[in-house]
């Protein structure tokens, strides 16, 4: 080969491998924050504010070297949720940081728009914001258009369009009872609770009617809620 091709031979390998360094330095990064985030679910704790600073700070590293990183910028906007529920977290700082997260997930949808578990993550906040706007009734439709029998996805749905039943239109009403029908199949007892708790019960009630199993715990349900509300 050619002296001046082999410089160039070697510039490109010396490239290459410092960008392969840069990646595996953004992957060390974005580990310690996979880590602790998994402890924090695995116990199912909440982390207190230098935890989750670290957690922070190590997930931005890993973005700065590799900045369109669906799975970083994912970590981050779980991180700014968690930041929402953390123990003694003022209010305004709480909705600041449902705001920070809902701004990520945008942008991870401009990177991933068929991506449902960044939908089912914009209904999640935007039912803990109660705001049911444009973007929450494009959330709620695309989320059971894209992930119609994920049995957590048709929970977030269930949830929300349950709870903002009176604020969302006649078409996003029927993309919630598809998804109860749906959720009938999937995980009855789990949506018959769910319904019973947000008044939804008269909508489960065809489900259940002919299968002695789902009546009964139909019934246990109704009974069990009476009891508590009378405590």
Do not use: C
Not at 48 to 71: C, G, R, V, Y
Not at 102 to 108: C, I, P, T, V
Not at 203 to 229: H, I, S, T
């Amino acid at each position: 080969m050619p002296r001046p091709l082999l410089t160039i031979s070697a510039f490109l390998l010396l490239g290459l491998s410092a960008y392969s360094s840069i990646l595996l330095y953004a992957n060390y990064s974005a580990s310690n924050t996979q880590a602790e985030m998994k402890t924090w679910q695995a116990s199912k704790v909440f982390p207190d504010e230098k935890n989750w600073q670290e957690a922070l700070e190590s997930i931005q590293t890993a973005i700065k070297f590799d900045p369109s990183n669906p799975e970083y910028l994912d970590y981050e906007a779980e991180l700014y949720r968690y930041k929402a529920i953390i123990p003694d977290t003022r209010p305004s700082e709480e909705i600041a940081a449902y705001r920070e997260a809902l701004s990520k997930y945008r942008h991870l949808l401009t990177l991933r728009p068929s991506w449902a578990p960044y939908w089912a993550s914009i209904i999640s906040i935007k039912y803990e914001l109660w705001e049911y706007d444009e973007l929450m009734i494009k959330a709620l439709q695309n989320s059971a258009r894209l992930a119609p029998w994920f049995k957590a996805n048709q929970r977030i749905i269930l949830r929300a369009g349950f709870h903002g039943w009176s604020l969302i239109d006649d078409e996003t009403r029927k993309v919630i009872d598809q998804t109860l029908e749906r959720a009938m199949q999937l995980q009855p007892k789990l949506t018959i609770r769910l319904a019973l708790e947000h008044g939804f019960g008269g909508r489960v009630e065809p489900y259940v009617e002919g299968d002695e199993v789902l009546q009964g715990f139909y019934q246990k349900e109704v009974e069990r809620m009476k009891e508590e509300g009378q405590r």
